[in-house]
């Protein structure tokens, strides 16, 4: 056993931080003194000190490491590759956005993504709408439709039209908390007993209607609000030029790519137009 303060200098994390990720779980000392309250570690913690304080180094939110310090080593290592592949995507959104804000500021107009137009047809959809920040974004979209709706076994409807899709109703950042709308689309003719499986969804029927839309290269898994407010200012400069009126908040469509080799399907952002 060592000290707090010990444990601290060889971990190189602070005795605050260690007793901030002991509340939270994620590194619990071996033994508390049951009269002074006072924490006492086993050197064998040290490994599991180090791999916290380097995920804090790359950024990574304490709710997503304690979910990679429950994991098997290979499946941990497989989600830092993940975060690390939508920080990079972030990134490079960042690096795209101050771009086009700076020709902007200069007067010039640079075209960020082609903009295309489809018809949507009408449809039944499964939907929740809940707040959340920009760390929780990812884990709520893969618990509603990887576990429990595809995990269970909804059908999907085929085509474009059938591809789940989120709608940023508000700013979603560190700071801001949407609200985010996730829906997913199923057959109208078992529309009502499928609802019925999933009390605390909504079940609505969205009219047809035509939709702007740009690709994203990334996976929609990675896709960044970054990456929607990029795809926001493209199409708000397209509807400027074609003088088409957008309604509602900007979508996040996740398109199917069988191709894609595990890493989730492709990503597109679209606005209904009125």
Not at 177 to 200: K, L, N, Y
Request: charged share 25%; net charge negative; aromatic share 6%.
């Amino acid at each position: 056993m060592v000290s707090i303060g010990e444990f601290a200098r060889l971990s190189r994390l602070s005795p605050k931080a260690l007793r901030l990720y002991d509340e939270l779980g994620l590194l619990v000392p071996a033994r508390v003194d049951p009269h002074t309250g006072y924490r006492w570690y086993a050197a064998t913690q040290l490994d599991q000190a180090r791999l916290v304080s380097s995920l804090r180094r790359i950024g990574v939110p304490l709710a997503r490491i304690r979910d990679i310090l429950a994991l098997e080593p290979a499946m941990a290592a497989e989600e830092i590759r993940a975060y690390w592949a939508g920080t990079e995507a972030e990134h490079a959104a960042q690096r795209e956005l101050v771009g086009h804000l700076v020709d902007r500021l200069h007067g010039k107009r640079s075209a960020m993504y082609e903009v295309a137009v489809r018809d949507i047809p009408e449809r039944s959809l499964l939907s929740l709408i809940c707040r959340v920040h920009q760390d929780e974004l990812e884990q709520m979209t893969q618990e509603l439709f990887i576990h429990r709706l595809r995990g269970g076994g909804v059908p999907r409807v085929e085509g474009i039209a059938g591809a789940p899709f989120t709608i940023y109703h508000g700013e979603v950042s560190g700071d801001s908390d949407g609200p985010v709308e996730w829906c997913w689309p199923v057959p109208e003719d078992q529309a009502d007993e499928i609802a019925a499986r999933f009390p605390d969804l909504t079940l609505r029927t969205e009219p047809a209607h035509q939709e702007a839309f740009v690709h994203q290269e990334a996976p929609g898994r990675w896709a960044s609000t970054t990456q929607a407010e990029n795809a926001l200012q493209a199409l708000a400069a397209w509807g400027s030029e074609q003088q088409r009126q957008f309604t509602g908040g900007i979508r996040l469509v996740l398109v199917p790519n069988p191709s894609s080799q595990g890493a989730g399907p492709n990503c597109e952002f679209a606005v209904s137009l009125r």
